[in-house]
């Protein structure tokens, strides 16, 4: 490693001469560029440069030296303004340090217009929404596809982007921190196959420039000479209600469409109906400014009409709508409405101003909050049933959801829930497309190289009737797939199935995922395909986990962390029984289904090839981890999966409470899960008063009611002399449900407690009414919304449940005699 002297004589001579530090053929590479530069700058393209080598001076000298070249070029087209440079790296490592400071100092000795911004990866998520001419990216420690994913898109047309790399050759089986945080005790070596496969993609598209710094040679590249088509006109609506200025911050006629739909909102829906208007475009089309504008247009109008206008705003994450409330902000500020931003850990959480208020919400509170309008940016990363609930609870709505980005499943969010809006008969939909990018030209090279080697427009296979006919027959193949096959040339096309299929299934997709799905060494992936076409219906990941050994299990017991085996970890920490940990299972990371033949079987199909092939290798089990929902919930519990954990707290994003569900594959196995199956059981019918309150109550009824059969086997009920007269009393006579609540208590836990043959004879409405009114404790007019049913039928319904329950315990009847004597007492305290 050289030293701080040696860097800073390197920096001083590349000053003064930089073309002598860095080798004749390399210049001559950066001087061939200028053709394509020039034409990137004039059609709004970008173009991508890698510097692949070993020479740690040599990549930083030329990186600096790239970037003066473009200033020079840029500065000739006529363009004067700054070139804002964003440089990322990781500041633990000495070599990037080193890079980072040649490229900063000669930058700051030789530039006249670049303006460098330079930060971690580990901050990278704050410049979403923000625009770079020029953006450097230092992957030489760590291939991180998230990073990748997010930080391309903050460089506009004619931009310029570099790669810092490895030397190419070994690039392929270095260890990054991504590797390093997939690997898992027993299992301590990557596979190293997404640098490879990204390696590839980049070789690939064209724009893309991939350079040896170390031989001074050109790998590939080539340029891209497709003229881009003209960049449409931005018009203003001839009649409008928002005021022209706000129009005025439009960027495209995509933006102006949308800013223009949202004006239909200012009114309110007719009585019992909803306005729902979805906004859907790939990423950087300008969809959350859009929304933003719009907001602040509505909050004017409404400010007009209301005392007060409240509008809720909420994503994934609050870094998800910084661009929204930074745009919305400076609408506000030209329309003069005085707004206030409220700021935490730097990002806009609300906008206070003239009449009105934007205010950022997690996803789940937004249900229960009370708003004018709602907005949900990045609706693709939310999970669906939570969609679902918001758009319940309020009667203007925009959902905004990016179709291919790195955020993800925006086309699972069209299949799975504005299919549903769509369906509803009182709402009133109205859906918009944004096409044009905002930052670069339509056809972008580097965009189309971005979505190959992220997969952001992987799809399902189309299924033909000869499919169609294989699924309703059955005939189905279960494929073991290999890793290093999939993410080869020939295995691409299946590959694209697959995560098209994840795409499409689940809520929340990253490239993160592609990069676990390729590096990680203790997962593996099968999938259902058709026979005859060999489509695959059915993708499947399953992480392999247990077998650990005593003095991790003793760590763990005493509340150590360890990644990986979540299954062997929670079961330990919380049912204590050291054999979990040594036994080995899979637990199924995903499960999903292609959306056209959902609900044909083909899940629980696939789950029956998992455990076979699981049984016959000598694992112990099966489980899973997931968000819970009544129907998944019904899909484990119906393949019979027993529930063995529930995690204490919702989680923020998707507002479910989430499950592990195992399934023994031997006998013994089985006996130890009967065992884990009623403390759980126990737990949580001790739990739902307090943790589990507001745990749906279908989703409680199906955990209670799950095999084994009741919780303490031979459970007796006692109560005194005295409760059981009462009971008489409020069953048969006088006495209110809110008189008896600690009688009727013990009566319902006893029902859960005990075998099903010891149990009154009791209806699935009636079982629902004790979960939520009893073990839960909520108000009447709680109830009432959850259950469904008016007041005055729950309190009939409830008492008609304890009479049975009285009947069936202590054969109380209306013709009992009534009433207590001091001999009664004493007898019982004989027989106590």
């Known amino acids: 490693m050289a030293s701080r002297e040696d860097i800073d004589e390197v920096i001083s001579k590349a000053i003064e001469s930089i073309d002598s530090m860095i080798g004749n053929r390399t210049i001559k590479f950066i001087r061939r560029l200028s053709d394509t530069i020039k034409f990137s700058l004039r059609n709004r393209y970008r173009v991508l440069i890698v510097f692949s080598g070993s020479d740690n001076m040599r990549i930083g000298l030329a990186t600096a030296r790239l970037l003066l070249f473009y200033e020079r070029i840029r500065k000739k087209t006529g363009e004067k303004s700054e070139l804002r440079l964003l440089y990322v790296f990781h500041d633990e490592f ?139 006109e931005v018009r203003v609506p001839s009649e409008s209600l928002f005021p022209e200025a706000l129009y005025r911050l439009a960027l495209t006629e995509d933006q102006v469409n949308v800013i223009n739909l949202i004006e239909w909102l200012y009114e309110k829906a007719p009585r019992g109906k909803k306005k729902v208007i979805v906004v859907t475009a790939d990423r950087g089309r300008g969809k959350s400014c859009s929304v933003g504008l719009g907001l602040i247009g509505l909050a004017k109008l409404l400010g007009e009409v209301k005392h007060r206008v409240r509008i809720l705003v909420t994503a994934p994450e609050v870094s998800n709508v910084q661009s929204l409330m930074e745009l919305a902000l400076k609408a506000a500020e030209i329309l003069g409405l005085d707004p206030k931003p409220i700021r935490k850990d730097g990002n806009i959480i609300e906008i206070q101003g003239k009449k009105f208020s934007l205010e950022y919400w997690e996803p789940y509170r937004i249900p229960e909050l009370s708003g004018d309008i709602v907005a949900v940016d990045e609706a693709s990363g939310i999970h669906v049933p939570l969609l679902h609930k918001i758009w ?66 992987a799809e399902p296979a189309e299924l033909d009737t000869i499919d169609l006919e294989d699924i309703k027959s059955g005939n189905l193949e279960y494929v073991k797939l290999d890793t290093a096959e999939l993410f ?29 799905l390729a590096d990680a060494p203790h997962h593996i992936i099968r999938a259902v395909k058709t026979a005859r076409s060999g489509k695959i219906v059915s993708a499947i990941q ?77 694992l112990d089990w099966v489980g899973s981890g997931f968000g819970v929902n009544e129907q998944l919930l019904r899909f484990w519990l119906k393949n019979d999966f027993r529930v063995v954990h529930l995690s204490p707290d919702r989680n923020p994003v998707s507002g479910e409470y ?109 079982e629902r009414l004790l979960i939520a009114k009893v073990l839960q404790g909520n108000s009447w007019d709680k109830v009432e919304e959850i259950l469904g049913s008016r007041m005055y039928k729950l309190v009939a319904q409830i008492k008609e449940t304890i009479r049975k329950a009285a009947k069936h315990y202590f054969n109380l009847s209306e013709d009992k005699s009534v009433g207590l004597t001091i001999k009664d007492l004493k007898e019982e305290e004989l027989t106590s």
């Not at 460089?155 to 030397?167: F, K, R, S, Y």
């Not at 209670?704 to 009971?727: A, E, S, W």
């Open 94 to 232: 000495d070599d990037a340090r080193i890079r980072k400071d040649i490229v900063k100092k000669v930058l700051r000795g030789l530039s006249h217009s670049i303006e460098p911004t330079i930060t971690v990866y580990e901050e990278s998520e704050k410049f979403l929404g923000t625009t770079f001419q020029l953006l450097v990216l230092d992957l030489v420690n760590d291939l991180k596809p998230n990073d990748v994913g997010r930080l391309i898109s903050v460089v506009e047309g004619g931009g310029l982007i570099i790669i810092q790399a490895p030397a190419w050759n070994s690039w392929d089986n270095s260890l990054t921190i991504f590797k390093k945080n997939l690997l898992v005790p027993g299992y301590e070596k990557p596979r190293h196959i997404f640098i490879s496969w990204f390696k590839r993609k980049l070789l690939e598209h064209s724009n893309i420039f991939v350079y040896d710094i170390d031989s001074e040679s050109l790998i590939s590249g080539s340029s891209y000479n497709i003229e881009s088509p003209p960049k449409s």
């Open 488 to 516: 080869s040339k020939s295995g691409e096309n299946t590959l694209r199935q697959l995560f098209g299929i994840y795409i499409l299934a689940h809520y929340r997709n990253e490239p993160d995922d592609l990069g676990l």
């Open 542 to 618: 399953i992480a392999i986990e247990g077998g650990l050994d005593d003095d991790l299990i003793d760590r763990l017991l005493r509340g150590d962390k360890m990644p990986g085996n979540i299954i062997p970890d929670r079961l330990l920490k919380h049912v204590r029984i050291k054999e979990l940990g040594k036994m080995k299972g899979w637990r199924i990371v995903r499960i999903a289904t292609h959306p056209l033949v959902q609900g044909m079987g083909i899940g629980s199909r696939a789950l029956k090839f998992i455990e076979e092939e699981a049984r016959s290798l000598g």
């Open 392 to 457: 319940r609870a309020h009667s203007r709505l925009i959902f905004a959801a990016t179709i291919h980005g790195y955020e993800g499943a925006g086309r699972g969010f069209s299949v799975r829930f504005l299919s549903a809006i769509k369906r509803d008969e009182n709402t009133i939909l109205k859906t918009i497309e944004m096409h044009e990018p905002i930052r670069y030209a339509n056809r972008d090279p580097v965009e189309k190289w971005l979505f190959d080697v992220l997969l952001l427009d």
């Open 658 to 766: 989430t499950s592990l569900v195992i399934k023994g594959l031997n006998s013994n196995v089985n006996t130890i899960i009967d065992h884990i199956v009623r403390e759980f059981k126990i737990k949580l019918l001790n739990s739902l008063y307090d943790t589990y309150r507001d745990l749906e109550v279908e989703i409680a009824r199906l955990m209670l009611n799950q095999k084994p059969d009741g919780i303490i086997p031979r459970y007796k009920l006692r109560m005194t002399k005295i409760q059981i007269d009462r009971l008489w009393a409020y069953v048969y006579s006088f006495m209110t449900y809110e008189t008896v609540n600690d009688i009727i208590y013990e009566l319902a836990r006893a029902y859960w407690l005990q075998d099903k043959s010891s149990r009154p004879e009791i209806t699935e409405d009636e």
